[in-house]
């Protein structure tokens, strides 16, 4: 048999890449992690969830500053000081990427800071950094290379006035004037960011809503909270042109009304999508597929086409969320090692980080209506909850969507601060098939926003303790 190098290489070390290799490597199999930075981490570390979360956590306390002046308390205009905001990003970015480094040497992994195509289905040529170029021969390898961002439809621009996702994290300035091209996530938060620092933030997105897909009733609480934070939220409007002049980037855009008009920004951010990455591997050399969108093509337990290649993240599937490739590394592993396991979840949780928040986990109303799917809806409005109050935040929104025969919990939205961690029990609701009664019988502590899942689980019977809604009779 020919010498093989490594049992298991893992190409890409984001949050699906470690989560894979430390796993394999409790596991007890000799793994050689590939990655061109310097320490475990991805997009996800380095330029996407932990930086953006580091500063939308500042925009945060700048909105809730200006707030409080309701409330009797008034703050002087904060001074930001860009070059250190930023040094305090990098630095949270380097302690966890340094944290990620230790584990990789605690657990004996070999980690080759390096670019890595396929010569065949068992061999990878690698790259290093440094410049040097070798193979190496493996037994398994999972694929964990993530996705990058989608370019505009506007043709090439080039100036460094247009920025992506990345670029924009850099903070490198606070433009006066910013244009978001993009009502998604990614877009929402990034411009949250921008809006709280002093930016005059413009929003276009082609579609009639914000967050397409997203209930709209939840949507509507972030959507009121926005119109105040940005200039502009224009919907149904798409950008036509793009050119950069001298003093920003002369913009065309066009309205739902056909009209179009040209404006000026200091700074655009293209936030319209994300593709998985997958060209420049090597794919064809191993022989795995792919599909027309670029995405590898997987069975339950994340193995290509080639029996001994596996993919997970970003590059598999959507949706691209970083907690559904940790969790799909670790099926790889798992599978990699012998086990028979697959990856076979009942939901998985969407968190929008913006002010507020937005969760949904399971079921979402509107999917239920595309589908035609049975189903009763139980809303609980913060405005009616204590601990809401306290905050000075009653505009949120927690519903449940339940079976109308057995009130199984189907679906959990929230709208509201904090909705990203209270939403985890919605999670829990869904994978252990829990239904109303299990939910609202469940003791909460008081006075917290948990106690709206409750509240709203009460709701499904029309004895809610603090929302009077009578259960409707049936016909």
Known sequence: ?????????????????????????????????????????????????????????????????????????????????????????????????????????????????????????????????????????????????????????????DSDR?????????????????LVIGGGYIGLEIGTVYAALGSKVTLVEMTPNLLPGVDRDLVGVLQKRLTGLFEQLLLETTVKEMKAQKNGLRVVIEGPDGQRQTRIFERVLAAVGRRPTTSGLGLENAGVQTDKRGFIRVDGQQRTNVDAIFAIGDVADEPM?????????????????????????????????????????????????AKNIDHSVSRFPWAASGRAATLGRGDGLTKLLVDPRTERILGVGIAGVGAGELIAEGVLAIEMGANATDL?????????????????????????????????KSK
């Open 1 to 157: 048999m020919a010498k093989v190098d490594t049992q298991v290489a893992v190409i890409g070390a984001g949050p699906g890449g470690y989560a894979a290799a430390f796993l394999a490597a409790d596991l007890g199999l000799q793994v050689t992690l590939i990655d061109p930075e310097p320490n475990p981490g991805g997009v996800c570390l380095y330029r996407g969830c932990i930086p953006s979360k580091a500063l939308l956590h500042i925009a945060a306390q700048i909105i809730e500053s200006r707030s409080a002046k309701d409330h009797g308390v008034v703050f002087g205009s904060p001074k930001i000081q860009t070059a250190k905001l930023r040094s305090w990003k990098n630095d949270v970015v380097a302690k966890l990427t340094g944290g990620l480094g230790q584990l990789v040497k605690q657990r004996r992994i070999q980690y080759r800071q390096a670019t890595a195509t396929f010569e065949d289905h068992r061999t990878l040529t690698i790259k290093e950094t440094g410049g040097s170029t070798g193979k190496l021969s493996f037994e398994n390898a999972i694929i964990a290379t993530g996705s990058h961002a989608s370019p505009l439809p506007v043709g090439k621009v």
């Open 162 to 178: 247009l920025m992506d996702s990345s670029a924009a994290l850099e903070l490198d300035t606070v433009p006066q004037k910013l």
């Open 321 to 369: 969320l970083a907690h559904k490739a940790s969790h799909q590394g670790r099926v790889a592993a798992e599978v990699i090692a012998g086990r028979k396991v697959a990856f076979e979840p009942a939901t998985i949780p969407a968190v929008v980080f913006t002010d507020p928040e937005i969760a949904w986990a399971g079921l979402t109303e509107t999917e239920a209506k």
């Open 440 to 472: 609202g019988l469940s003791i909460h502590p008081h006075p917290t926003l948990s106690e709206t899942i409750m509240e709203a689980a009460e709701g499904v019977h029309g004895t809610a303790t603090s929302y009077y809604r009578p259960k409707k």
